[in-house]
């Protein structure tokens, strides 16, 4: 949600300047974006996450949701509750396919999403698997006091993490305004429920699975929405979720623990 | 022998309980010093509080000449202090290539060489000329080329003291065996180029003949590249005819000191520690 | 004895004062950054958008970085232990920013270096007077020997929690008894009666929510969804079926039981994120599922009109029936005061 009001503000902002060239507009907005929205998830460790990090659980997981209400209400608050529409900026598609009537277009937004989204994650998943930074973030998830042990500096390497998941989540804020057109102070909840049901749906900690599960769970709600009703769709996903939960207990491509003691 | 760790006075406590009542303990230089006690004694809490965690309630602590007391874990461990903490805490679902490569994080860039800390430098500053120079004692100078080669040289060295390893660099933490992952413990501790490596229990567990092997390379370690050992251990005959100095913890206290073999001859350590070998008497314990 | 011992030695390295007003600068430089696209810059909406799709603030995120920089400032000098200067400063832009906005609220000059609107002002206001107390404490009393921060935080949470407890035990019936005469006393209107009555409410939430929780360890995010069931239940069959409230107690609890079976088995061989995820998802169906069967449950404008509770056919109402009793006059139950103070409630 921060992440795509940003992305507006720089529009308009770029708006008054006259600048409306579309390649030029989104790399600022991405830039803009990708530079402010990761302050916001380092102030919010800084405040509310590190003073709860031996605390259990559920405080961390209540912070979370206060957090998130709290952020809201805060964009409510300083940019107001009504919608806000950003007219379309990237227009026209190629024609893929002609058979009579039925004609399949593929858009140019549609192609820059796919093209974003694919570059973000390769980058995302090669830091994780292969750079040190990724290896100690991996630590501090494995084990937090062993991490100290071996000189991560834990501190820094969650402050990162937390930088990393704001500047993805401000990236998702900014596609979802291109493509959309809209955004109010509401759009991060349902996002972060899907989120987080197609990450358990996948098996929490499994990349893949987290693909898989989003794929299967905006399957389930568009084919359930288009046959059935849309009010249900969610009840329909969440029905699946807990199918699949019930015979694969970590989820589709989730393992199940395979710790030694 | 210069001072390479010294605590005194050192109180920690867990919560409300307090698990150290007031230790004095020192490490010199190209040392090995051991630790026993009964279950329960605070033996790993010393080596914990010696990295920062829990932090000293009390006391102090000092590690070539500085002061650590305050420091966090890191900052400690980037001074030349690995551990290889009870319960070895592999990173589970890491490699074996990938567990090493964390224990290189705080491999200090360049050469290692006793650091120039200006606080240091009053208790280095004396150079002495029976322990094993100190550029030897802190391990190899360091490749020139920096961090990456420098990390290469230490995997080469990690493979060397355990070849097992090399065989399984692939296979992910979790699931070695006990063993296994009691080399890779060590084999990670010793990835940072240590000047002071703290051990706890590397023997738990173990077949007799790993327990072997794993005195073996700590002896060797110690004798070939000076790094200081504290070593806690359960198998207090062998622990003690290894160290040159040990201490006796009971309830959180030091109540015993003094040289490996002296300690070895003390009655009192026989009958509270060495009774349970008792049908192992020395020579048995040899040739196990 | 909470953890925190008396350590011989207080302050960790002392800080140079070059260093605290860096610190003060970054947590400015933050905020500013914080502040500066969203509270800066606001996207107009509505009739303003067409004029002009931006309003401009940035005194606004000025201010807050500012206000940010001077409070950090004074955080960090009371943790070195100067307190007097932060006695000072802390007292004075308390009072000053308190007088500006209660004399001069639109003083074009307190505008510009104060915030536009009220409240983050009287924020500003507080933090700085609590700021001024902490340093005046701190003057007063000998500095704490502290182990660290979060040693001390956490023993002054201990002193504090066992006070609680303690006083739990002796305020417990009090409170209780002071729930039971609230009624009664003059002030008591409507409206605290329902926010007393809306408190109760939660407390029984919050037993419920400590058994799943507390006792089993599960973390159920989608309790509450049982706390809609019972509610529907006792609502529909009222309606509907014309049931008792004193019967539909049981079936509504009854029925929320025979939910959390339903719920419960599918979910008992999971853990962790999962049961969490799941519980949501659970207790999103059923918020979606009330929501939207327009026909059973009246949607998002709720079932109406259901019949209140009666005792044996009393009803508790303050003027009883033609020819009848109400639960109160049959019982005699009578108030002290000349005026019945349930005329508030009708
Ligand atoms: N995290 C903890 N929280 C509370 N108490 C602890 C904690 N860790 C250890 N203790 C307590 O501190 C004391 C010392 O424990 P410690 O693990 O240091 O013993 P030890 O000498 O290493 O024993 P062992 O030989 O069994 O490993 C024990 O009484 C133990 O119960
Ligand atoms: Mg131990």
């Known amino acids: ?261 | 022998m210069t001072t390479l760790l010294s605590l005194s006075g050192v109180r920690t406590s867990y919560g409300n309980i307090e698990a150290l009542h007031g230790v004095d303990l020192e490490v010199r230089e190209g040392e090995i010093v051991t630790l026993i006690g009964a279950n329960g004694a605070g033996k790993s809490t010393l080596l914990m509080t010696v990295c920062g965690n829990p932090p000293v309630a009390h006391g102090q602590i000092l590690f070539a000449g500085r002061d650590i007391t305050r420091m966090p874990t890191h900052a400690i461990v980037r001074l030349g202090i690995s551990q290889a903490p009870e319960g070895r805490r592999i990173f589970p679902r890491m490699t074996v290539m990938e567990n090493l490569l964390m224990g290189a994080v705080a491999a200090p860039p360049g050469a290692k060489a006793p650091k120039p800390n200006d606080s240091a430098a009053s208790c280095e500053g004396t150079p002495s000329g029976v322990t094993p120079a100190p550029g030897l004692s802190s391990g190899r100078p360091a490749p020139p080329a920096g961090n990456g080669d420098g990390a290469a040289a230490d995997l080469e060295r990690a493979f060397r003291l355990f070849p097992l390893l090399e065989e399984r660099r692939e296979q992910s933490g979790g699931t070695l065996s006990g063993g296994e992952q009691q080399m890779l413990a060590i084999a990670r501790a010793l990835m940072s180029r240590p000047r002071l490596l703290l051990l706890d229990e590397p023997s738990l567990g173990l077949a007799p003949l790993l327990v072997r092997q794993i005195f073996d390379a700590i002896a060797r370690l110690n004798r070939d590249e000076g790094t200081a050992i504290l070593l806690v251990e359960q198998h207090a005959h062998q622990a003690l005819r290894l160290a040159h100095r040990g201490y006796v913890m009971a309830n959180g206290r030091i109540v015993l000191s003094g040289g490996g073999s002296e300690l070895l001859a003390n009655p009192e350590v026989r009958a509270a520690y060495l009774e349970g070998g008792v049908g192992v008497r020395p020579a048995g314990e040899g040739a196990s | 004895m909470a953890g925190a011992r008396g350590g011989s030695r207080n302050d960790p390295a002392p800080d140079g004062t070059g260093a605290l007003f860096r610190e003060a600068g970054l947590a400015g430089l933050l905020v500013f950054g914080l502040a500066a696209a969203l509270v800066g810059v606001r996207v107009q909406d509505g009739a303003a958008s067409a004029i002009a799709p931006l309003a401009f603030r940035f005194d606004d995120a000025f201010t807050a970085a500012a206000a940010a920089a001077l409070g950090r400032l004074g955080v960090a000098l009371l943790r070195a232990g100067l307190a007097a200067p932060v006695l000072a400063g802390g007292t004075a832009v308390a009072f000053a920013v308190a007088l500006a906005q209660v004399f001069f609220p639109a003083h074009p000059l307190l505008l510009a270096l104060l915030f536009d609107t009220a409240m983050p002002n009287w924020l500003v206001a507080l933090f700085a007077g609590f700021l001024a107390l902490a340093a005046g404490w701190r003057l007063r009393h000998a500095p704490l020997a502290i182990v660290s921060e979060t040693a001390a935080r956490e023993a002054a949470m201990d002193r504090i929690g066992a006070e609680v407890q303690r006083w739990a035990r002796y305020a417990g019936p009090l409170i209780f008894l002071l729930a039971l005469a609230l009624p009664l006393m003059p002030f008591a209107d409507r409206r605290l009666v329902d926010v007393a009555i809306l408190v109760v409410t939660y407390i029984m939430l919050g037993w419920g929510l400590n058994v799943v929780v507390g006792l089993a360890g599960l973390l159920d995010l989608g309790y509450v969804a049982f706390y809609a069931i019972g509610a529907y239940a006792y609502a529909l069959l009222a309606k509907y079926v014309g049931l008792s409230f004193w019967l539909c107690l049981p079936f509504a609890g009854i029925m929320a039981a025979f939910a959390g079976l339903l719920l419960g088995f599918p979910v008992l061989r999971l853990r962790g994120d999962y049961l969490a995820i799941v519980t949501l998802g659970f207790g999103e169906m059923i918020r979606i599922i009330l929501l939207n069967w327009y026909q059973f449950t009246g949607g998002p404008n709720g079932v109406s009109g259901v019949p209140r509770p009666s005792f044996f056919g009393l009803p508790f109402t303050e003027s009883p029936p033609e020819g009848g009793h109400s639960f109160h006059t049959f019982v005699g139950l009578f108030w002290p005061l000349s005026i019945s103070p349930t005329a508030k409630f009708s």
């Open chain 1, 1 to 261: 949600m921060i992440g795509a009001f940003i992305s507006i503000i720089t529009f308009l902002l770029l708006g008054l300047f006259g600048i409306t060239w579309a390649p030029f507009a989104i790399l600022v907005a991405l830039l803009a974006t990708m530079a402010l929205t990761p302050l916001y998830g380092w102030a919010l460790e800084r405040l509310a996450y590190r003073p709860l990090r031996h605390s259990p659980r559920l405080a961390a997981l209540i912070t979370a949701i206060g957090m998130s209400i709290f952020l809201q209400n805060y964009v409510q608050l300083v940019q107001g509750a009504r919608i806000k529409p950003l007219q379309s900026l990237v227009t026209g598609g190629i024609e893929i396919m002609q058979r009579g009537d039925f004609v399949v277009t593929l858009g140019y937004m549609q192609i820059l999403i796919v093209v974003l989204t694919v570059v973000l994650m390769a980058a995302f998943t090669l830091l994780i698997q292969r750079t040190a930074l990724g290896r100690a973030q991996r630590a501090c998830e494995q084990d937090l006091k062993m991490a100290a042990l071996v000189g991560v500096d834990v501190d820094r390497t969650i402050a990162a993490t937390f930088v990393m998941g704001a500047a993805l989540a401000s990236v998702a804020g900014l596609i979802f305004l291109l493509y959309y057109g809209v955004v109010d102070f509401f759009i991060g909840f349902n996002a972060g429920i899907k989120a987080f049901t197609a990450a358990v749906l996948g098996g929490i900690g499994s990349l893949p699975g987290a693909m898989l599960g989003g794929l299967l769970i905006g399957l389930i709600e568009a084919f359930w929405s288009a046959y059935f009703s849309v009010e249900y769709k969610d009840v329909a996903a969440f029905t699946v979720l807990v199918m699949v939960l019930i015979f694969r207990p970590t989820g589709l491509l989730g393992k199940p623990d395979i710790e030694k003691v």
